[in-house]
């Protein structure tokens, strides 16, 4: 299944189709702004930074669901995420990640037929998709975005 045939609003509430991302290896992360781990955005901005010019993009989803540490509107969290850490990876509206409420992508991304499947554990949990939209790996939150393991799986979907 590729993640190419979904929409999702961004940031600005804007319909946008995944398949903009097409080609490129993808990290898709539930983010939080009020956090213990909301400090992993430095990381996934550097990790964007230094292999956006090689294929990778950093996709954003927040999400409330997680003791209700990201209960900002959505321009509350792009300034917060602007301004306090330079998030410049696409960011999207605020979706839920389990239970009833789980928007397609995540269903797609951690539903019962995913490759990965299983509840998303915290904010900062982490799908890695390779250029034809498919999870080729999942990290938990505590993986930080310069793990070692985490860097070599980029380097490899980037072939570098």
Do not use: H
Request: charged share 20%; with cysteine.
């Amino acid at each position: 299944m590729s993640i190419y045939q979904f929409k999702m609003n961004n940031i600005k509430g804007e319909s946008q189709s995944l398949t903009d991302f097409e080609g490129k290896t993808a990290l898709i992360v539930n983010v939080a702004s009020a956090c213990g781990l909301t400090p992993q955005y430095t990381g996934l901005e550097a990790l964007y930074q230094k292999y956006k010019d090689n294929g990778l993009v950093v996709l954003g989803f927040p999400c409330n669901q997680f003791g209700a540490q990201e209960p900002g509107s959505e321009d509350e969290i792009q300034n917060f995420c602007s301004t306090k850490y330079a998030v410049s990876f696409p960011m999207f509206s605020k979706i839920e990640v389990n239970g009833e409420g789980k928007c397609d992508l995540y269903n797609a991304l951690n539903g019962d037929t995913a490759k990965f499947p299983g509840d998303i554990t915290w904010n900062f949990e982490k799908f890695l998709i390779n250029g034809s939209g498919e999870v080729v790996s999942r990290f938990s939150p505590k993986t930080t975005p310069d793990d070692a393991d985490l860097i070599s799986k980029i380097e490899s979907e980037l072939n570098l």
